[in-house]
């Protein structure tokens, strides 16, 4: 194949080219795992009896009212709505006299009313099935008595088995194809140990931090907008620096399975950038380097409203409300909504 041009208008494409086509191709928003849906007294689960198994149900909504880039940018007109459904089975064992919570997640997750005003986008979306994962929880304290004072480590193991991920679409679910490590920490602490008078009041810390293998193909464009010749722009290599999340929630809980809290969320890091870009002309046989580009980060500031009502010993239903104050790098969340649906099922002859 060749181009139909005079000899000076392909030495003058040429030339444009080996100049540089930076700008001419499509930003990609990869998803990111950093952390798992953690709620405010999620911990002093590891006070439930040991044999206990749960199915939690977490459904969200999301609105996005502009999406961020890097540099902290609102691109105007750009908007989303995003949606999620989890499943999340638990088993609460004991390891060395400790309880020992063995947990998975199969999570869904699709963007609609997508626009990303930016030359080239498609705002077409890869959405489906998410990187599911498995994490342990071991308990160093759970006491649920006159103490009230939980400490728990958490791994979780985020698996690159998500099928929500396509490099030729400028929005994904899914990240790509990469395995994510989060170790994380959590606190609850009953203000009762101060004072009786602030009984059924606990605090909770939650801290964690994200560590990510590199991405496999992030983005390919069959004739990138504005790029002087045809070809194809791609980028073999996505990396990502470390994401980090700190939680803190003040909970008022005067029964069991039942509570109302308010928390601020703050994360940082997460910088995807897509390496070793080539762009390889469709004519004459050039191949040209591409500088690297940076797709989005994990960087927000939220707050949360959240609450749980119980139905029985064994059945209850949380929420959790949200808005992101501040956002770079990806989708600000302007206002979320989640139901978590919460089923228990206790050992034959447990104390409930």
Do not use: C
């Amino acid at each position: 194949m060749g181009f139909r041009h005079s000899s000076a208008g392909a030495l003058a494409a040429v030339a444009v080219l080996f100049g540089g086509i930076a700008g001419y191709y499509t930003p990609a928003i990869a998803g990111s795992d950093r952390g798992g849906d953690t709620y405010a007294g999620d911990y002093s689960g590891g006070s439930l009896p040991n044999g206990t198994f749960a199915v939690l149900e977490y459904l969200r909504y999301v609105h996005a009212d502009a999406f961020v880039d890097t540099a902290g940018q609102e691109l105007p007109n750009s908007h989303a709505k995003i949606f999620v459904e989890l499943t999340r089975f638990v088993y609460l064992a004991q390891f060395n006299e400790h309880p020992f919570a063995i947990e998975a997640d199969l999570p869904f997750a699709t963007f609609t009313n997508v626009n990303i005003p930016i030359p080239g986008a498609n705002n077409r979306v890869a959405g489906g099935l998410a990187d599911p994962d498995l994490h342990f929880t071991y308990f160093f304290i759970a006491r649920n008595d006159e103490v009230q004072r939980w400490l728990g480590l958490t791994n979780f193991l985020f698996l690159p088995l998500g099928r929500a991920f396509d490099n030729r679409k400028t929005v994904n679910v899914s990240t790509a194809r990469q395995f994510t490590d989060i170790p994380q920490i959590g606190y609850s602490e009953g203000f009762n140990n101060f004072s009786p008078v602030l009984n059924g009041v606990f605090l909770d810390l939650i801290a964690n931090a994200s560590f990510h293998t590199n991405g496999n193909s992030p983005l390919t464009i069959v004739n990138p907008p504005q790029a002087p010749i045809p070809g194809v722009l791609t980028y073999n290599t996505l990396i990502q620096h470390p994401s980090y999340t700190v939680e803190a929630f003040l909970r008022y809980a005067p029964e069991p399975l039942q509570f109302v809290a308010v928390g601020i969320e703050k994360a940082w890091g997460g910088k995807q950038i897509a390496i070793n870009g080539t762009f390889d002309a469709t004519g004459p046989p050039i191949t040209k380097p591409q500088p690297n580009i940076p797709f989005t980060k994990d960087d927000f500031l939220r707050g949360h409203v959240q609450f749980q009502l119980s139905f029985g010993q064994d059945f209850a239903v949380a929420g959790d409300v949200f808005h992101e104050f501040e956002r770079s790098g990806g989708f600000r969340e302007n206002i979320g909504v989640e139901i978590r649906l919460v089923k228990l099922f206790y050992p034959q002859g447990a104390a409930k």
